[in-house]
């Protein structure tokens, strides 16, 4: 009996130092750090309202009815060039990384290339002063930065004259086409977007009249420009 006991004290003895023994080898767990948020990217969506400038090539084909070739003048073609300024005011909203809207413009053309006259040959001078457009726009954002393609409708304003002696004989017209284009776009901060972008114009023919009877003018542009908005 006395045997018996003994084993059970020595028992319990092992257990308690077995016990021991693990709470002192128990590892304690590693913390864990906090998660921590991404940053949040650029959100394009809201109305923006900008300036821009650049440079406008075009060319002009001059084709003259029957009477006006009998005249004297044929057919000519012809190309320009000159700067620009003008402002924009556009729209954006987002979807995921999808930037879907619309934009407009008007530029006042200015250079050497309004008054130099262009169709010399037949006493005849194209001038170019005005123009602009209103388009849709599709980009796709990567945060700041964001390439985009563009078109719609474009109009300018181009004036035709020509001379016979004294005799002078100007026609203005406001010609309506279309434009494609493509760009990119670049948030430098929040608020102000910076913008590089090529369009190409065609503004098909329109009659103007002569000194005698009257021709055809065919008009395209390519335009370079930068700008500079602010969204809101």
């Known amino acids: 009996m006395r045997f018996i006991v003994a084993l059970s004290f020595i028992s319990m003895l092992s257990g308690s130092a077995f016990a021991a023994d693990a709470i002192v080898r128990r590892e304690d767990p590693v913390p864990v750090p906090p998660a921590v948020a991404p940053a949040a990217s650029y959100d394009w969506s809201g109305i923006y309202l900008g300036v821009d400038g650049g440079f406008k090539g075009f060319s002009l084909d001059f084709a003259p009815n029957d009477q006006a070739e009998a005249a004297g003048f044929g057919r000519a073609k012809a190309t320009a060039k000159g700067g620009f300024v003008g402002g924009y005011i556009g729209y954006n909203y987002q979807i995921d990384n999808w930037v879907i809207g619309?934009?407009?413009d008007a530029q006042f053309h200015f250079g050497k290339a309004d008054t130099d006259e262009i169709l010399r040959e037949y006493a005849a001078v194209g001038e170019a002063k005005g123009f602009g457009s209103l388009r849709a726009r599709l980009g796709y954002a990567v945060d700041r930065f964001m390439?985009?393609?563009?078109?719609?409708?474009?109009l300018e304003h181009l004036k035709l004259s020509t001379k016979d002696g004294d005799k002078l004989k100007e026609d203005s017209k406001t010609r309506l086409g279309y434009t494609l284009g493509a760009g990119v776009d670049y948030a430098i901060t929040d608020n102000w977007i910076g913008k590089v972008e090529y369009q190409f114009m065609d503004f098909g023919k329109k009659s103007y009249d002569l000194n005698i009877g009257s021709a055809d003018l065919s008009s395209q542009s390519h335009t370079v420009r930068i700008g500079l908005s602010y969204k809101f």
């Open 102 to 104: 619309a934009e407009g």
């Open 147 to 154: 390439p985009y393609v563009t078109g719609g409708v474009a």
